[in-house]
Nanobody, 115 residues
Framework: QVQSVESGGGLVQAGGSLRLSCAAS????????MGWYRQAAGKQRDLVAQ???????NYADSVKGRFTISRDNTDNMLYLQMNSLKPEDTAVYFC?????????WGQGTQVTVSS
């Protein structure tokens, strides 16, 4: 099945940290850059972090310096370490290939940051 499964979200106070994980089917994972997307209530889904198959990374300005994306090509896993979280980081987080989408969207994982 060509789908990704996200986990690791939760409720955290501002300034706290969370680590998100994404398990993705391998045939696609190893061929494409991957990304973490987020969608806040009533807003569009945005790409916030991207990593190439070789490990080069790129971040949205809103998360630069606070979030770190990484991948394990052996286990087909994608990670997002989120530090210094802010209330505006509250959203459902998804993983997928980036910038073009190749997986069916999963259910995502909810991140809620309280002030």
């Amino acid at each position: 099945q060509v789908q990704s499964v996200e986990s690791g979200g939760g409720l955290v106070q501002a300034g706290g940290s969370l680590r998100l994980s994404c398990a993705a089917s391998g045939s696609i994972f190893r061929r494409y850059a991957m990304g973490w997307y987020r969608q806040a209530a009533g807003k569009q889904r945005d790409l916030v972090a991207q990593i190439t198959t070789g490990g080069s990374t790129n971040y949205a300005d809103s998360v630069k310096g606070r979030f770190t994306i990484s991948r394990d090509n052996t286990d087909n896993m994608l990670y997002l370490q989120m530090n210094s979280l802010k209330p505006e980081d509250t959203a459902v987080y998804f993983c997928n290939t980036a910038p073009n989408i190749h997986y069916f969207w999963g259910q995502g994982t909810q991140v809620t940051v309280s002030s």
